[in-house]
T-cell receptor, first 117, second 113 residues
Framework: KAGVTQTPRYLIKTRGQQVTLSCSPISGHRSVSWYQQTPGQGLQFLFEYFSETQRNKGNFPGRFSGRQFSNSRSEMNVSTLELGDSALYLC????????????????FGEGSWLTVV | GQQLNQSPQSMFIQEGEDVSMNCTSSSIFNTWLWYKQDPGEGPVLLIALYKAGELTSNGRLTAQFGITRKDSFLNISASIPSDVGIYFCAGQLAGNSGYALNFGKGTSLLVTP
């Protein structure tokens, strides 16, 4: 079955603009989470959605937001982009939430590379 | 979130050698996961561990969930050039209301033929 699909794969934006990234989870998975990866900070948790509800949020400013649709697809939005927002944004999906177990683990997409100039 | 202590930071080995890397935490974890990430790609799940003491293999890879639930190691036997990449440990904290993963900084592995 298809894995986690993220679009777009690469994009360049200018400071002050906003960006929307999309994620389609593995078929049947209802939980979607987002991570930011940078060389300096590594992988950091942004937020997690289950059944269209945000259940968990990382320590990021309010410029970072997301949502989940009834078909479990998710989008994240970053407004008023800053240079420091340049990163690989990774989406991950899981069958359900919250506790991981055999049969309920997390799979990542290939990511969306965002460059802010 | 809590940063896991992953070591070594990098390894440069010859093909055929065995590799060992580990992650430690000051907190107890419910789950340990090991991922491999190639340049420009997302992390690919290698091994998932759900019980303290659990030892799991995936081909030439073996990982263990520490008895204290605060550490895990990953071994790669008889390394080959395609093992090159960055290996990350990740864990879910016990009692976490969501399942945000905490990640190590990664171990960069280089294998020479």
């Amino acid at each position: 079955k298809a894995g986690v699909t993220q679009t777009p794969r690469y994009l360049i934006k200018t400071r002050g603009q906003q960006v929307t990234l999309s994620c389609s989870p593995i078929s049947g998975h209802r939980s979607v989470s987002w991570y930011q990866q940078t060389p300096g900070q590594g992988l950091q948790f942004l937020f997690e959605y289950f059944s269209e509800t945000q259940r968990n949020k990382g320590n990021f400013p309010g410029r970072f937001s997301g949502r989940q649709f009834s078909n479990s697809r998710s989008e994240m939005n970053v407004s008023t982009l800053e240079l420091g927002d340049s990163a690989l944004y990774l989406c991950a999906s899981s069958l359900r939430t919250p506790i991981l177990s055999s049969g309920n683990t997390i799979y990542f997409g290939e990511g969306s590379w965002l460059t802010v100039v | 979130g809590q940063q896991l202590n992953q070591s070594p930071q990098s390894m440069f080995i010859q093909e055929g050698e065995d590799v060992s890397m580990n992650c430690t935490s000051s907190s107890i974890f419910n789950t340990w996961l090991w991922y491999k990430q190639d340049p420009g790609e997302g992390p690919v799940l290698l091994i998932a561990l759900y019980k303290a003491g659990e030892l799991t293999s995936n081909g030439r890879l073996t990982a263990q969930f520490g008895i204290t639930r605060k550490d895990s190691f990953l071994n790669i036997s008889a390394s080959i050039p395609s093992d090159v990449g960055i290996y990350f440990c990740a864990g879910q904290l016990a009692g976490n209301s969501g399942y945000a993963l905490n990640f190590g900084k990664g171990t960069s592995l280089l294998v020479t033929p």
